[in-house]
Nanobody, 120 residues
């Protein structure tokens, strides 16, 4: 059974930090590109950061560059999102996503999300 379980969300003051984790099971994690998305109330879900299957390449949406860092540990089947200098506009539900494209098929899995609230 495929599972992606996010953790690490919570309430933090502006300027603070959080580290999100996404633990994967039920599929070959090291073969999947991983990404973090977020969705704020009444807004579309947006890509925050992504990392290739081996971790050699990352990319970020402009609003988090220099503040967020995505990383992965393939031995632990886990992807992380280190979030520093948090702003109120970072408030959202954060989701991790696994994606692989092979032999004409796209395989995508989503986690259930973890709430991040940045407020004083």
């Amino acid at each position: 059974q495929v599972q992606l379980v996010e953790s690490g969300g919570g309430l933090v003051q502006p300027g603070g930090s959080l580290r999100l984790s996404c633990a994967a099971s039920g599929f070959t994690f090291s073969r999947y590109a991983m990404s973090w998305y977020r969705q704020a109330p009444a807004k579309e879900r947006e890509l925050v950061a992504a990392i290739t299957s081996a971790g050699g390449s990352t990319n970020y949406t402009d609003s988090v560059k220099g503040r967020f860092t995505i990383s992965r540990d393939n031995a632990k089947n886990t992807v992380y999102l280190q979030m520093n200098s948090l702003k109120p506009e970072d408030t959202a539900v954060y989701y991790c996503k696994a994606r692989r494209y092979q032999w004409g098929h796209e395989y995508i899995y989503w986690g259930q999300g973890t709430q991040v609230t940045v407020s004083s």
